[in-house]
Each structure stands twice: as structure tokens, then as C-alpha cells.
């Protein structure tokens, strides 16, 4: 199983661009890596998804570089509104390989005036 | 377009009762997840359904709990004789496709065993 690692939390301050780097050592060929945000007692939200080089949405970046053992989020900007948990998420499921889905343990980003 | 449906969204047995969640996935999704936060952690993965088809139970407690996903009606997560450990967060995922397709998750049951 593909086993991710995050920081537990990170502070910033408005108008920063904040990064959030997973670890997934274990990542197999077929995985991609997604990220989400969530905020206290919701579901998570979808916020990009890559599986090598740079994917650019209207929200944030994704970098992965080339050997895919890690994986940085970019959010350009942060506002207070961006005060949430963010998760890497790990895996693909085939028809024959039956790989879990791996959350990482989430990075709380605290977002200051 | 409605989003991902879950009911209860707060849920409260007593220990030995069973706990039903249900999970009406988005309108053309065809792929289910089940995945379970405890407090002040994680999400961790349960299982992957499709139509009447278990995908991948792995992360799935081997008793006492059961998912299904039939042919008509939501996906249910079935938890029997509930214990105060399985008080969490459960939530539900579905997607169009199974792999690089994206996941839309619902709102999350809260179940609290007393």
C-alpha cells in the first residue's frame, strides 16, 4: 500500500502562497495523486489532481517531480478563507490490482490576518 | 445537479444496536466509496462499490460490518452490535469511473454510540 506523510500543520499569513509537500514513497506506477481540503464537519473537497509534472487550476498548483515520491500543493494567496485541513490522496483502483486508497494524514493550514 | 446525498447526518445508538448509513451517490456515478474519520484524525478507506459489486473491501473491519450497493436505491453501510469505538465520521464518496476519475464526497454521517 502506498503509505503518504504530511506535515501536521502549517501557519501563514494572508496574501502568502503556501506550499504542502506529501510524501508517498510507495507510490505504484498506475497511482495518482489528488488533494483535498476540508473543513470542519463537511466532506472533503476536490482541489486537483496530477500524476507527473505541473497541473495548474484556478485554485492551486500541483508539482510532482519525476520520480513521484512526493508531491507539493501550491495555493497562491491564501485568505483566512483557506483555513482548513488539507489531504493528499494516493492510488488507483484496477480491475485486477485492488489497491487501496490512501489518505495522508492532512496538513492543518491556519491562515492569520 | 444534486451532490452526493447521506442520511442520517447524525446518527446516536446505544451500544449492541445497529447503525444503517445511507449514500445516494451523484446522478450518473456508478462508483461508491465508504471511508471513516475519527475524531481529530484522518480519513481512512473502508470499501469501493459498484452496481451489486464489492470492489475492494480492504479497509473494511472483518466483522460486524457490511456495505452493499444494489441495483436501485442508495448504497448502504451496515455496522451490527455498534461499539464506542465506532463512534466517527463516515463518509461517502462517489465518482464516474473507477482510477483517475474524481471523487465527490457527501456530507458525512456523524455516528455516536452511547
Known amino acids: 500500500l502506498a503509505k503518504t506523510t504530511q506535515p501536521i500543520s502549517m501557519d501563514s499569513y494572508e496574501g502568502q502562497e503556501v506550499n504542502i509537500t506529501c510524501s508517498h514513497n510507495n507510490i505504484a506506477t498506475n497511482d495518482y495523486i489528488t488533494w483535498y481540503q476540508q473543513f470542519p464537519s463537511q466532506g472533503p473537497r476536490f482541489i486537483i489532481q496530477g500524476y507527473k509534472t505541473k497541473v495548474t487550476n484556478e485554485v492551486a498548483s500541483l508539482f510532482i517531480p519525476a520520480d513521484r515520491k512526493s508531491s507539493t500543493l501550491s495555493l497562491p494567496r491564501v485568505s483566512l478563507s483557506d483555513t482548513a485541513v488539507y489531504y493528499c490522496l494516493v492510488g488507483d483502483l484496477m480491475d485486477t490490482g485492488r489497491r487501496a486508497l490512501t489518505f495522508g494524514s492532512g496538513t492543518r493550514l491556519q491562515v492569520q490576518p | 445537479n444534486a451532490g452526493v446525498m447521506q442520511n442520517p447526518r447524525h446518527l446516536v445508538r446505544r451500544r449492541g444496536q445497529e447503525a444503517r448509513l445511507r449514500c445516494s451517490p451523484m446522478?450518473?456515478?456508478?462508483?461508491v466509496y465508504w471511508y471513516r474519520q475519527l475524531p481529530e484524525e484522518g480519513l481512512k478507506f473502508m470499501v469501493y462499490?459498484?452496481?451489486?459489486?464489492?470492489?475492494?473491501e480492504s479497509g473494511m473491519p472483518k466483522e460486524r460490518f457490511s456495505a452493499e450497493f444494489p441495483k436501485e436505491g442508495p448504497s448502504i453501510l451496515r455496522i451490527q452490535q455498534v461499539v464506542r469505538g465506532d463512534s466517527a465520521a463516515y463518509f461517502c464518496?462517489?465518482?464516474?469511473?473507477?482510477?483517475?476519475?474524481?471523487?465527490?464526497f457527501g456530507p458525512g454521517t456523524r455516528l455516536t454510540v452511547t
Open positions: 462499490l459498484q452496481k451489486e459489486n464489492i470492489i475492494d
Open positions: 446522478k450518473g456515478h456508478s462508483h
Open positions: 464518496a462517489s465518482s464516474r469511473g473507477q482510477g483517475t476519475y474524481e471523487q465527490y
